[in-house]
């Protein structure tokens, strides 16, 4: 119910921008919607410890991430490719692969390529593959993307559109490592970045994990699925 309310007070946003334009001609200043913060209004009062408002204030998000798919005039099946999925690291220095996310570093970063067809073949034509490229990544790269936090129109800024083909090439050269001539074997290419991530889920700065993955944010540390107020439950998807 809640997906479904956010879904149609965007639609109605956009529908009331798309009219004031037309009648004025002068395009809309952004919307609450173009900002990467995502709230849920609750009809009712309740009482939250101070110990728990600490802790999710406290709280920072997870990285988010990028996904390089591609669709291979190619059969790696055929050319006996073993892996459904294959994990690059770079070195065995896990927090220094940790860092190099967090700077959004694609050369020292971890990069998981995941061969669809490996398990289906039928996700692609005969005589062709699926494999998707994925690896954390920060939402603050390059001024967020390139936008310098305004997500109103960024799927047409020119900047964020440069930073998503500089990393996506980034991350085939390395996949290229394991997969030699991936990229000229690619007939359709789409990259996703942390930014497309907040536009389809909306949520918080795209992030993949909810609250940030760190050692003191683990097991029994972790904020709960349980809050203070009865039948209101955290998840994500």
Same mark, same amino acid.
């Given at each position: 119910a809640v997906g479904? #309310? !956010?879904?149609?007070? !965007?639609?109605?946003?956009?529908?009331?921008?798309?009219?004031?334009?037309?009648?004025?001609?002068?395009?809309?200043a952004p919307s609450p919607a173009a900002t990467p913060e995502t709230t849920v209004q609750l009809p009712l009062t309740a009482y939250l410890p101070e110990d728990y408002v600490s802790q999710v204030e406290e709280s920072r998000?997870?990285?988010?991430?990028?996904?390089?798919?591609? +669709?291979?005039?190619r059969d790696l099946r055929a050319e006996g490719w073993p892996h459904h999925e294959l994990l690059l690291m770079p070195s065995y220095d896990i927090e220094g692969q940790y860092q190099a996310a967090l700077r959004g570093d694609v050369a020292r970063n971890s990069i998981f390529i995941t061969h669809y067809t490996q398990h289906d073949p039928g996700a692609a034509p005969e005589g062709c593959s699926v494999v998707s490229l994925f690896l954390s990544a920060p939402w603050g790269y390059e001024d967020t993307w390139g936008t310098? +936090?305004?997500?109103? +129109?960024?799927?047409?800024?020119?900047?964020?559109?440069?930073?998503?083909?500089?990393?996506g090439d980034a991350v085939i050269a390395r996949a290229e490592e394991a997969l030699p001539g991936l990229r000229?074997?690619?007939?359709?290419?789409?990259?996703?970045?942390?930014?497309? %991530?907040?536009?389809?889920?909306?949520?918080?700065?795209?992030?993949?994990?909810?609250s940030d993955q760190t050692m003191?944010?683990?097991?029994?540390?972790?904020?709960?699925? !349980?809050?203070?107020? #009865? %039948?209101?439950?955290?998840t994500w998807a």
């Open positions: 479904f #309310d !956010l879904y149609t007070r !965007l639609l109605a946003e956009a529908v009331n921008q798309r009219k004031a334009h037309a009648e004025s001609g002068v395009s809309p998000t997870s990285l988010s991430s990028v996904v390089v798919y591609l +669709g291979l005039e310098g +936090g305004n997500l109103e +129109g960024y799927s047409t800024n020119e900047r964020y559109l440069e930073l998503k083909r500089r990393v000229q074997a690619a007939v359709h290419l789409e990259v996703a970045t942390p930014l497309t %991530n907040w536009r389809y889920s909306r949520n918080t700065e795209g992030a993949i994990y909810g003191e944010n683990t097991y029994a540390a972790r904020l709960s699925e !349980l809050t203070p107020i #009865d %039948n209101l439950f955290l």
